[in-house]
């Protein structure tokens, strides 16, 4: 059974930085690409970054302007996502997902979640 399990959310102030960590389990973590999503209050949820096996990366979102960075340990079957200099906009669950292959695919294809972390933003 594959899980899934997200962690490092937290309410912090605008410009304060947060490391979400998704561990897995059930799965080749080395050989499976790996993504986060973020859903904010009212809006449907969208695709940030994806890492690939082989560390490479695709961007589904321009909203975060380099200040996010998407990276993986395959040793602790782990990746995470760091965020850096947050604003009140950046606030929302941010969901970890596994795709069904080495290299990221759409947005739209990714079928196993995690249950998300929460991060608030205070100005």
């Known amino acids: 059974q594959v899980q899934l399990v997200e962690s490092g959310g937290a309410l912090v102030q605008a410009g304060e930085s947060v490391r979400l960590s998704c561990t897995t389990s059930?799965?080749?973590?080395?050989?499976?690409?790996m993504a986060w999503f973020r859903q904010a209050p009212g809006m449907e949820r969208g695709g940030l970054q994806c890492?690939?096996?082989?560390?490479?990366?695709?961007?589904?979102?321009?909203?975060?302007?380099?200040q996010f960075t998407i990276s993986r340990d395959n040793a602790k079957n782990t990746e995470y996502l760091q965020m850096n200099n947050l604003a009140s906009g950046d606030l929302g669950m941010d969901y970890c997902a596994a795709g069904s292959s080495y290299l990221c695919?759409?947005?739209?294809?990714?079928?196993?979640w995690g249950r998300g972390t929460q991060v608030t933003v205070s100005s």
């Open positions: 890492i690939s096996w082989n560390v490479g990366i695709d961007h589904y979102s321009h909203h975060d302007q380099g």
């Open positions: 695919p759409a947005p739209s294809a990714f079928n196993i």
């Open positions: 059930g799965l080749t973590f080395s050989h499976t690409a």
